[in-house]
């Protein structure tokens, strides 16, 4: 036993979890713990970020990339409001991510004091708890406690705000080793099980739906057995992308707004629609009245609260998806689906993705990557066009390669998540995948990757517009562009190579794969602008409100 200060306590607790990697921003009211930081910089890594949204979106991608608890500093103030965007980010997408704030001290609570300001309360509507400390000797009982929240059962990011005195205190410290995590299966039961089984034998047009449940659970082995077991087609969510193979000839893409027509109109046909970790998103029901309509549906979800939330479900089972999907595949024999997989083999066929293939576009662009990388990247996205065509083009084979704000839609994620990423996975190659108008938003993060020399690839998909508000505009809006166009001075390639970067502009086909390749050989943070048409849009499209079967794409447009 040792007697510590708070701040040696916080670090004790941070090793204790295998944390080796923190970002962060310094300020004042953190200022003990940076100071013992400096002292353990040998043990724990710690990447000052350029902007502390930055540090979150960065403990984020790491825990995406990494399947561990992400971890990020600030300190009160400002610096801890600026974690706010990053901490919803990963509440929405269910990302373990722990973040410690300072405040200002306790005798100053209350009074409006300089960065004074309530993040414990400002925070709990977007994590799983958040934890003020007031008192030194119950400090390492929340950490412990925090890091065991942000992993059980549905993950989400929790806080610890703690004030600066406690920091300064002593208290008596003893090493513990970390909670062992377990699965929750204590709601699948027998009975439960009986009837999902029982449904599965008598639909003669199964359907799967992946959701990210699937990713967190590390479901993608039992997923792939039963969807083999039961030959059934299968389509994921964004957050589920790599649960399932992309390459698998079972798939069958996106389902949702932006989704395949394959899996939107297979998932109206389908006599039985099976949930695997999915939470129903107004993106991909579109109409809920009218999802799935000919269809029983069978959910599986870790998380209660997601049963019967958005869409009326005929059965359930509530428990890790991991240990749901393993008892099935034990109780069930291979079941043959033929006719209803060739229906959907020749569905693929009428309606494969298209784009325009004399130009350079996102869609190309995508490809171009996945040839490149032979589909082994880790690719992080921000948000908008160039997501949905990563999400479309790129064929994901397993999970956590593919990391996108998805239930938040957070535009500026995808350049700190990146960074994380690597950090997280240095053997992996990490391109992050931007639109010009995303870019904007936290490209000093570049900056960062230069500092520390993280070798990430930048490809920023420049139309000189917010192309995903402006195809909205022009599809339902009489192409009212209202603030929507960015084409002004600013040279992405010079902002890039003044902080440090290598840079690249591609503005026809030809040029980008060089540009790419050049770029996977140097192992240094590299920018590649690529400029596209303004008015390129992303099909198949689902219009707001209307039932997934009404998806449409140009050539729909055309008939019209």
Not at 339 to 355: G, S
Request: hydrophobic letters at 40%; proline letters at 4%.
């Amino acid at each position: 036993m040792s007697r510590l200060t708070g701040a040696e306590i916080v670090i004790e607790c941070l090793k204790e979890q295998g944390v080796d990697t923190v970002f962060g921003y310094p300020g004042g009211s953190i200022l003990n713990i940076y100071d013992a930081l400096y002292k353990h910089q040998d043990e724990i890594t710690h990447i000052l970020t350029s902007h502390e949204q930055g540090a979150s979106h960065a403990a984020d991608g790491y825990a995406r990339a990494t399947g561990k608890v992400g971890v990020c500093l600030a300190t009160s103030g400002p610096g801890a409001t600026n974690l706010v965007t990053g901490i919803a980010t990963a509440y929405m997408d269910s990302i373990p991510v722990v973040a410690i704030t300072c405040n200002v001290g306790t005798s100053l609570l209350g009074k409006d004091s300089f960065q004074e300001v309530d993040i414990a309360g400002v925070t709990m509507p977007i994590t799983k708890y958040s934890f003020i400390v007031k008192d030194v000797t119950r400090l390492a009982q929340v950490i412990r406690r925090a890091f065991v929240i942000a992993q059980t059962g549905r993950p989400g990011p929790v806080l610890v705000d703690i004030t600066k005195d406690v920091t300064a205190a002593e208290y008596d410290y003893e090493y513990e080793a970390p909670a062992a995590i377990e699965r929750l299966t204590d709601r699948i039961t027998d009975e439960v099980m009986d009837k999902a089984v029982e449904m599965i034998h008598k639909a003669k047009k199964p359907f799967i739906f992946v959701g990210g449940g699937a990713v967190i659970a590390n479901a993608a082995e039992e997923l792939r057995a039963f969807a083999k077991k039961i030959q059934a087609p299968v389509a994921d969510s964004l957050m589920g992308k790599g649960a399932f193979d992309g390459t698998n000839e079972l798939y069958t893409g996106m389902v949702g707004m932006h989704g395949t027509k394959t899996s939107n109109f297979g998932i109206t046909e389908c006599d039985l629609l099976i949930v695997a970790g999915a939470r129903f998103s107004d993106r991909v029901t579109g109409n809920a009245s009218k999802f799935a309509k000919n269809a029983k549906i069978l959910q599986f979800d870790v998380d209660p609260a997601e049963i019967n939330k958005n869409i009326k479900v005929d059965h359930y089972v509530v428990g890790d998806l991991k240990v749901i999907l393993r008892k099935l595949n034990t109780r069930l024999d291979p079941i043959h689906h033929d006719e209803w997989v060739a229906h959907i083999e020749r569905m693929k066929d009428m309606y494969p993705l298209r784009y325009d293939k004399t130009v350079l576009t996102g869609p190309y662009i995508i490809e171009q990557i996945y040839e490149a990388t032979k589909g082994e990247a880790l690719i992080v996205t921000e948000v908008g066009q160039h997501q949905m065509w990563a999400a479309q083009y790129y064929s994901y084979k397993n999970p956590r390669t593919l990391l996108t704000s998805g239930g938040l839609g957070t535009m500026g994620y995808g350049l700190g998540a990146a960074i994380g990423a690597k950090l997280g996975c240095k053997d992996k190659t990490v391109i992050n995948i931007a639109g010009d108008g995303c870019f904007r938003m936290n490209m000093n993060e570049i900056a960062t990757a230069t500092r520390y020399n993280i070798p990430i690839i930048q490809v920023v998909i420049n139309n000189h517009v917010l192309g995903m508000v402006r195809q909205w505009q022009t599809l339902f809006y009489g192409k009212r562009y209202s603030q929507t166009v960015l084409n002004d001075s600013v040279d992405f390639v010079k902002l890039a190579e003044a902080m440090g970067a290598k840079a690249y502009r591609v503005t026809k086909k030809e040029e980008f794969m060089p540009a790419l390749k050049e770029a996977m050989e140097l192992n240094v943070p590299v920018v590649i602008e690529c400029q596209i048409n303004c008015d390129d849009k992303v099909f198949p499209m689902v219009p707001a409100g209307a039932p997934i079967e009404d998806a449409f794409d140009d050539t729909d447009l055309k008939i019209q």
